[in-house]
């Protein structure tokens, strides 16, 4: 069965700081892979997304994620982190099959604390 | 221009009542989405619509029925309204089923 899986449920780092966000997932062709953020009280908006191609995807606010296949990992990058981007981090996983019906599977998610 | 827009933003009312959520993108795209987020935060997909036609229906209780008047509308319907229905709900819209766009959610309260 589909999964995905993001180990950490809470960090927190300090401002400036780098910040990696871990993702695995359980699927059995290759993936589409999303990262998105959620602000509190906000929707989800996307921050990168892997369908194929390069496996290091930039995406917006500085943000950058790596496909690796054989680990089954989809980790999320930021060199310096910024007191807005405390948020909840999802990780989400899409089927790139033909009979793809755009149903998402999301990690549990990660809530990151930025200290001044 | 909000692409992708939920009516009401809070819901609150008691248990046993039927109530609607109202979503509409102006995005274009041709697939809608429903998911449910609960008080962990977890997402979890319930409903999918292209072009109008049903294509995902997640093992929801059949007090859930998702209607899609055109392709730009999908509406959610919940009858006899439990404790258990207090979440977030979330409306999204995508293209071809590629990256998803959220709406800013739905709380909605039963008491």
């Known amino acids: 069965a589909q999964s995905v899986t993001q180990p950490d449920i809470h960090i927190t780092v300090s401002e400036g700081a780098s910040l990696e966000l871990r993702c695995n997932y359980s699927?059995?062709?290759?993936?589409?892979l999303f990262w998105y953020v959620q602000s509190p009280g906000q929707g989800l908006q996307l921050l990168l997304k892997?369908?194929?191609?390069?496996?290091l995807v930039q995406g917006i606010k500085g943000f950058e994620a790596e496909f690796k296949r054989s680990q089954s990992s989809f980790n999320l990058r930021k060199p310096s982190v910024h007191w807005s981007d405390a948020a909840e981090y999802f990780c989400a996983v899409g089927s790139s099959l033909s009979s793809n019906t755009g149903k998402l599977i999301f990690g549990q998610g990660t809530t990151l604390q930025v200290k001044p | 221009d909000t692409a992708v827009s939920q009516t009401p933003k809070y819901l609150v009312t008691q248990m046993g009542n039927d109530k609607s959520i109202k979503c509409e993108q102006n995005l274009g795209h041709d697939t809608m989405y429903w998911y449910k987020q609960d008080s962990k935060k977890f997402l979890k997909i319930m409903f999918s619509y292209n072009n109008k036609e049903l294509i995902i229906n997640e093992t929801v209780p059949n007090r859930f029925s998702p209607k899609s008047p055109d392709k730009a509308h999908l509406n959610l319907h919940i009858n006899s309204l439990e404790l258990g229905d207090s979440a977030v709900y979330f409306c999204?819209?995508?293209?071809?089923?590629?990256?998803?766009?959220f709406g800013p959610g739905t709380r909605l309260t039963v008491l």
């Open positions: 999204a819209s995508s293209q071809d089923r590629g990256e998803q766009f």
């Open positions: 892997y369908f194929s191609g390069d496996t």
């Open positions: 699927y059995g062709a290759t993936p589409y």
